[in-house]
């Protein structure tokens, strides 16, 4: 049967976008397409849509790496309010989040990826004289220190640095490896803000107890044993995307992305 322009025209976006999505997944094997010599590039030939593919076989693809690869469906619960009710009754400065992740390659067996987030708020700024420039300038500033190369990696671990400095919008409580590799994120967020680092501004709790990266044994759990939850695990989060929210915006803007699946970015990378 010959194939229908219609699918060789999605076909050819597909491999352009989705194999870009699938290519970043399963960064730390080359680009071109593998063989089954290993599970983890078998895994990545199985999603990607080669040239030749039918329709029923492409879905077949992204199905796979929707919910086998990547497992969306055991995202965990995320408990929120919408937009508009929430406006309505808190007002905030102009608020910017972070996203990090564990690569996919650095996942422990039968865990989940590790995440990270570190937000702050834009104290200069209100919904008034946040303005597109400025998000743009703000997206820049991310990219510069967060995005460039391969992505900045957050070393996680037990060590909790807090930084308070409310007069620059910052109230962080970062989880890391070791003190200097806290306070390196704390200076990144500085840098990023425009504001001189400042020391009196943050200090070191170490935990007396060690970190819990992949606990064995089970807990009971509503009438079942359940695998136990890890405690401050030790690993590296890659940063992903940031979004800035601003009061009174229905939607969120996103100022950078790493990850390609949004498409109204102000940088990519």
């Known amino acids: 049967m010959p194939v229908s322009k219609n699918w060789a025209n999605l076909k050819s976006f597909l491999r352009k976008t989705y194999n870009r999505e699938v290519n970043e997944w399963f960064r730390d094997e080359p680009e071109n397409v593998p063989d089954n010599s290993t599970p983890r590039k078998q895994s990545k ?3 990607l849509i ?4 039918t329709q029923n076989t492409a879905l077949i693809k992204t199905l796979t790496f929707r919910y086998v690869v990547q497992q969306v469906h055991l995202r965990p619960e995320v408990f929120g309010t919408p937009v508009e009710p929430y406006q309505e009754k808190v007002a905030f400065r102009p608020h910017v989040h972070l996203y990090f992740r564990q690569d996919a390659s650095a996942v ?3 865990r989940r990826a590790m995440e990270g987030e ?9 919904s008034e004289t946040m303005t597109e420039a400025k998000a743009k300038a703000l997206a820049l500033d991310i990219k510069r220190e967060l995005a460039t190369g391969n992505g900045y990696i957050w070393k996680k671990g037990k060590y909790s640095i807090v930084c308070q400095d409310p007069d620059n919008g910052l109230n962080l409580k970062i989880y890391a490896l070791n003190e200097l590799e806290g306070i390196e994120v704390v200076q990144k967020l500085y840098d990023i803000i425009g504001k001189p680092y400042d ?3 943050v200090r070191i709790v170490e935990p007396k107890r060690d970190s819990e990266t992949n606990p064995s044994g089970n807990n009971l759990v509503y009438g079942k044993l359940r695998r136990k939850k890890r405690w401050r695990p030790i690993g590296n989060v890659r940063f992903q995307y940031a979004v800035l ?11 950078v992305d790493r990850t390609k699946r949004y498409l109204n970015a102000l940088e990519w990378v």
């Open 45 to 47: 030939r199985a999603c």
């Open 50 to 53: 080669l040239p030749k593919e």
């Open 108 to 110: 422990a067996n039968g």
């Open 118 to 126: 570190i937000s702050f708020r834009l104290i200069d700024e209100t």
């Open 199 to 201: 020391e009196t501004k």
């Open 245 to 255: 929210t601003v009061h009174g915006m229905p939607h969120r803007i996103i100022l």
